[in-house]
Nanobody, 127 residues
Framework: QVQLVESGGGLVQAGGSLRLSCAVSGRTFSRSVMAWFRQAPGKEREFVAAITWGGGSTYYADSVKGRFTISRDNAKKTVYLQMNSLKPEDTAGYYC????????????????????WGQGTQVTVSS
């Protein structure tokens, strides 16, 4: 069993920054992909970024490329999402997810393809 716990959300002005954290406990998979998704009210959950647990390769949605950075600290079993130059359209609940299926890269980008999820953390960007 894998447990994911997100933290770091909050209210920030447009142009500001936030760093989200996802603490992973339980089984970890040396070749699993860790990802961040987000979901705004009335919208479907969408892929934001992903990182390989062991190799450090990263992948981003076009909407956040150049502004967001995903990283991980294996010793702390934590995945981070550094969000810079935030825009009001980045407002959403942000969710950490783990893909424990057979490794695939570029990563899976559909939420139903990920089998472990955190409870989410809210990010609100004011204009």
């Amino acid at each position: 069993q894998v447990q994911l716990v997100e933290s770091g959300g909050g209210l920030v002005q447009a142009g500001g920054s936030l760093r989200l954290s996802c603490a992973v406990s339980g089984r970890t998979f040396s070749r699993s992909v860790m990802a961040w998704f987000r979901q705004a009210p009335g919208k479907e959950r969408e892929f934001v970024a992903a990182i390989t647990w062991g190799g450090g390769s990263t992948y981003y949605a076009d909407s956040v490329k150049g502004r967001f950075t995903i990283s991980r600290d294996n010793a702390k079993k934590t995945v981070y999402l550094q969000m810079n130059s935030l825009k009001p359209e980045d407002t959403a609940g942000y969710y950490c997810a783990a893909d424990s299926a057979v490794f695939r890269w570029p990563p899976r980008q559909n939420n139903y393809e990920y089998d472990y999820w955190g409870q989410g953390t809210q990010v609100t960007v004011s204009s």
